[in-house]
């Protein structure tokens, strides 16, 4: 069986939609999550935007102000003791946040958006000159290993994040370089290194691009 280091622990649900694609997922981490412990830049918004797992775990969130949240991953990593509504976007995107942002907030509003250092500022683009005002919230960074650990035996790895790409390029050598996200894939190019597949962030798309590479 063919095996792909990730950057998730064995038993996580993306690990079992690799093993379910016909991969064996071996867990390799390249980078770390610190929490930056940012207050927030307001104390009473009307909501709060979460972009990811980390954001939801590292955030200090206020006090029964709803939440706003990039797929079931991310409401999965929300504070199991927080007594507050999660509204989970139907495409686990930027893009389908701030559809979520405008159904359930027609009015407008402030808003935290609770993101790392390197997320692609799609909504605060998309929200200039709305009602929406959404107002950055650096609650986590993304850092390496140091030093970086050798790669197990795999026939290919799966980049997380751009900085997992820039990473992973050089540590792969010959081996297949896959990315979740379409800046993931452009990292791996931008460090030299181009990658071999990409998919959306999605566990379905992934283990369709998986199921592809087994024919090869």
Known sequence: MNRLGLARAQ?????????????????HFTTEIEAT????????????????PSAARHALLPEGVPCLVQGAATARALPRHLDRPALISAQPKAEGLFDLLREHFPQGGTFLLA????????LEQAAEGTPWRLLP??????SPLQPAPPLPE???????????????????????????GQRTHRAFAQVGYPGHGWCEPETAALQELLQS???K
């Not at 412990?37 to 990811?52: E, H, R, T, Y």
């Not at 993101?115 to 799609?122: C, I, L």
């Not at 919230?137 to 993304?142: D, L």
């Not at 795999?154 to 997992?164: G, R």
């Open 154 to 180: 795999v026939e290919a790895v799966l980049a997380l994040s751009p900085l997992q790409a820039e990473l992973l390029g050089p540590l792969a050598g010959d081996r297949l370089r896959f990315a979740w």
């Open 11 to 27: 038993g996580d649900p993306l690990c079992l939609a690799v093993a379910a694609a016909g991969w064996e997922p071996v867990s």
């Open 37 to 52: 412990l940012a207050p927030a830049p307001v104390a009473a918004p009307d909501g709060v935007i979460l972009l990811s």
């Open 115 to 122: 993101r790392a250092q390197r997320s692609r500022e799609f």
């Open 137 to 142: 919230w650096i609650t986590h960074r993304e």
């Open 213 to 215: 590479q087994l024919f």
